[in-house]
C-alpha cells in the first residue's frame, strides 16, 4: 500500500471508532500509533522513540496555558452568577418587543461568551438562567429552546474562543489577529439570529409575546451591574491586539477579574471557587488528552506523507479554489454529525491548511489568508453544534427543557442554520469583513 492508501485506510478506521463512541483522544492517539508502526515496518522502537517526546514537545508549549485560563474565567463567570446580570441588562433594554426575550438571551449569550470560550458552558449556563423567563412568557418551545442552541454557539464565536486559541497554536498564527479578526463575525451572527426571531414572530406573534416595559431607572442601574464584564472583554482582546500584554498575561488577568466580579457581585464562596477549579481541571484535561491524541495522528499521517500529497494533487487538479473551499466546508459540516468543534479542528487543520495556503483567493497574502481561512473554519465547526444528529448545545437546552420534545427543539434550529450557511457565504466570498478590524488596527 501507498503512504496516501495508508493514511485514507487511517482515517476510516478512526470514523469507524468515532461511530462506536470510542472517545476522540483514544481513537485518534491508537489510530496514529498503529499507522507510524505500520509504515515504519512495524518497527515499535521507533514508535517508543517518537512517544518519549510526544506528550512533552506538544504540552510544554507555553501557549497553552491561555486555555485553562480562559476556562477558569469561563468557570468564574458561571458559578458567580454573572449570567444572570447579562441577561437581566439585555432583557430590560429590549424585552419589551415582540421576541424581544428570545432577542435578549441570544444577546446575553454573545455577552457571556466574550468571557467564557466554551459553546458548551454558555448554552447550559444562559439555558438555566433564560429558559423560565422565555416559559413565563409563554414563548413556544421551538423558539425558546431553538434560539438558545444557537444562541449558545455565540460562546466559540466571540473571542476569546478556545478553538481559535488550537488553530493559532497549530498554525503558528497569532492569537491577537484571530480573536480581532472573530469580533465583526461574532456581532454579525448575534444580529443575524435576533434577525431569525424578529421574522419568526412576525410570521406567528403567539411564539415570541412581548414582555413588560421596564424603566429607565432600572435599566440604566442594570447596565451599571455588567460594565465590569464589558471591561474585562475589552482589556482581554484589546491588550493582547494592542500589545500591552501576552494571550497568557492577557488570560491570567481576565480570569483574576472574573474571579473577584464573581466573589464581588455574584456572591460566589469557597463551594463555588472548588467547583470552578475542578471543572478547569476536568476541561483541561480533556483538552489536552485530544491534543496528544491528535499530535500522534498526525505524526503517523506526516509519516504516510497523505497531507503533502493532496495538498500537491489539489494544486495540480486545476480545481477552482472557491469549489475547493466550498468542499472543506461541506466536510466540516459532515463531520460535525459524529465528533465537537474542538477535536474537527485539531483533526483536519493540518491536512486542510496546506491545501488552503497552496490556493489563490482574491491574492490575498498569506497572513490574511490564514486568518481568514481560520474565522471560516471556527463558523462552520460552531454548525456541528446545532444540526442533526448530534448537536450537542440542542441536547443540553433540551436536557434543561424537558417539556419540549427533542424535534421541537431541532425544528427550532432550522431557521439559524439557514441564518448560519448565509453568514458564511458572506464571509467566504467578502474576506474583508473578518478581515476589516485586523487591517484597521494593525495599521
Known sequence: MTGIQVGFLMFGIMMTMLVIRVPIGIAMFTVGA??????????????????????????????????PLFLLMGQFATHGGLSKALFSCVNNFIGHKKGGVAMAAVGACAGFGAICGSSLATAATMGQVALPE????????????????????????????????????????????????????????????????????TRDPKAGPAGPVIAWGERLRSLV????????????????????TNPTEAAAIGAASCGILAVVTGGMRLKGLIESAIGTAQSTGMIFLVLTGADMLNTGLAVSQMPSELALWVQQSGLSPLLVMSMILVIYIFLGCVMDSLSMILLTIPIFYPIVMGLDYWGMAPVDKSVWFGILALMVVEIGLVHPPVGMNVFIINR?????????????????????????????????????????FHQ
Open 400 to 440: 434543561l427543557a424537558k417539556d419540549v420534545p427533542l424535534t421541537e427543539t431541532f425544528k427550532g434550529v432550522i431557521p439559524f442554520l439557514l441564518s448560519d450557511l448565509v453568514r458564511i457565504v458572506i464571509l467566504m466570498f467578502f474576506p474583508i469583513v473578518s478581515l476589516y478590524l485586523v487591517h484597521t
Open 225 to 244: 451591574m455588567v460594565i465590569p464584564v464589558i471591561l474585562v472583554f475589552i482589556v482581554v482582546i484589546v491588550g493582547i491586539y494592542g500589545g500591552w
Open 34 to 67: 498503529g499507522g507510524y508502526v505500520f509504515l515504519s515496518g512495524g518497527d515499535t522502537n521507533a514508535l517508543l522513540g517518537t512517544l518519549k517526546n510526544l506528550a512533552y514537545s506538544r504540552l510544554s508549549n507555553y501557549d497553552l496555558v491561555v486555555i
Open 134 to 201: 422565555l416559559k413565563r412568557f409563554n414563548y413556544s418551545g421551538s423558539l425558546a429552546t431553538g434560539c438558545l442552541a444557537a444562541g449558545g454557539t455565540l460562546g466559540i464565536m466571540i473571542p476569546p474562543s478556545v478553538p481559535l486559541v488550537i488553530y493559532a497554536i497549530l498554525t503558528q498564527e497569532s492569537i491577537g489577529k484571530l480573536f480581532m479578526a472573530a469580533v465583526i463575525p461574532g456581532l454579525f451572527a448575534m444580529f443575524t439570529y435576533m434577525g431569525v426571531i424578529k421574522i419568526i414572530v
